[in-house]
């Protein structure tokens, strides 16, 4: 795992709710993606999605 990963966020892009917007945001490390909610009171991190990006 990505033990250590100081996390370099990318912007991924937002995606509008029935309460607000959620940002989407990507580890270009170890491609995690964090979902930062409406309220902005939580992230949410979805550990290993890569997608069809393949960091090391
Ligand atoms: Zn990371």
């Known amino acids: ?3 250590g990963c100081s996390h370099t966020l990318e912007y991924l892009g937002d995606q509008k709710t029935d309460v607000g917007v959620n ?3 990507r580890c270009v490390k170890c491609g995690d993606v964090f ?3 409406a309220d902005e009171a939580k992230t949410y ?3 290993g999605v890569k997608g069809s ?3 090391r």
Request: aromatic share 14%; charged share 20%.
């Open 23 to 25: 940002k989407y945001f």
């Open 35 to 37: 979902v930062q909610t």
């Open 45 to 47: 991190r979805i550990p």
């Open 1 to 3: 795992m990505a033990e």
């Open 53 to 55: 990006q393949t960091p």
